[in-house]
């Protein structure tokens, strides 16, 4: 018996990394898994695959958050393969870092549009199904950079910072309807993100950290689990910090 048993999650983002491991984390707790990847097809079928083992129902669907057309692509697999889905947990996210004197117009808009606007339309076009089913979980994955900045990261400072106001104004907007809606703000996680940071600046966000260590991608998951979880149902607009005491 898990505490998601019966529930049907989407976990945008979940070839690698801290999506991965959401998913699993989800699936070990009982719900069926809607994944998706923009890319790298290979490691979205292993995800699948793993779960499936797990004796969860598991598909997995090339979607570019970014994109108009391939979201509403998704809501249609959707809708075929789930129904309903009740928890979404946004997590896809990439970074375009640079000084700011020296980003250019490409490299903001991709970032907000895959890290802010991708999660706001997948809300967009879930949210009437699942207050029609009763309610749900909404969770956005953010970032400590969202809370404090970070030098070279305006971009994604900004749709980070946006992401947790989204949350907030979501979770007023739905509270009524029984749709909780949070974030969840890693710190440095070890992860394909953080492998391309130097050695050391990953040793001065260590410096920096007081537990002085990276986090792993499971010890956000399990933060993800919690907000979806029955335990969590008084719980909305919280941004749930994962940081090793870094931002506090
Ligand atoms: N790692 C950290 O230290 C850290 C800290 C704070 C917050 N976060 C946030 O946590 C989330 C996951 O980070 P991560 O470190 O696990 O990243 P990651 O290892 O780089 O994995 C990113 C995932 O997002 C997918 N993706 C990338 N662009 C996409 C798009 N346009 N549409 C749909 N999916 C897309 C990737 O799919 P493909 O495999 O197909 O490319 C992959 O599954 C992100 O939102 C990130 O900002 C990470």
């Not at 695959?49 to 697999?77: H, S, T, W």
């Not at 969202?146 to 305006?154: E, I, P, S, V, Y």
């Not at 050391?200 to 979880?229: I, N, Q, W």
Request: proline share 4%.
């Amino acid at each position: 018996m898990g505490v998601l048993d019966g529930q049907t999650s989407l976990v945008t983002g979940a070839s690698r990394g801290i999506g991965k491991a959401i998913a699993i984390a989800l699936a070990r707790e009982g719900s069926d898994i809607a994944l998706t990847y923009s890319t790298n097809r290979d490691p979205a079928e292993r995800v699948a695959n793993e779960i499936q083992q797990m004796g969860r129902k598991a598909r997995f669907y090339q979607c570019n958050v970014a994109d108009p057309a391939e979201n509403d692509k998704l809501v249609d697999q959707l809708n075929d393969d789930f129904g309903t889905i009740k928890v979404v947990v946004n997590n896809a996210g990439i970074t375009r870092d640079k000084s700011f004197m020296k980003m250019n117009r490409e490299m903001w808009h991709d970032v907000l549009n895959v890290n802010l606007t991708g999660p706001a339309m997948v809300i967009h076009r879930l949210i009437i199904p699942m207050i029609e089913s009763g309610g749900g979980r909404i969770i956005n994955i953010t970032s400590i950079v969202g809370q404090m900045g970070n030098f070279g990261q305006a971009n994604y400072a900004a749709a980070k910072g946006g992401l947790i106001a989204l949350t907030k104004t979501l979770a007023r907007e739905f509270a009524r309807k029984n749709v909780t809606v949070n974030a969840v703000a890693p710190g440095f996680i070890e992860t394909d993100m953080t492998s391309e940071i130097p050695e050391a600046a990953l040793k001065h966000v260590c410096d920096e950290t007081p537990m002085g260590r990276l986090g792993k991608p499971e010890e956000v998951a399990a933060a993800v689990v919690f907000l979806a979880s029955p335990q969590a149902s008084f719980i909305t607009g919280e941004v749930l910090s994962v940081n090793g005491g870094m931002y506090m």
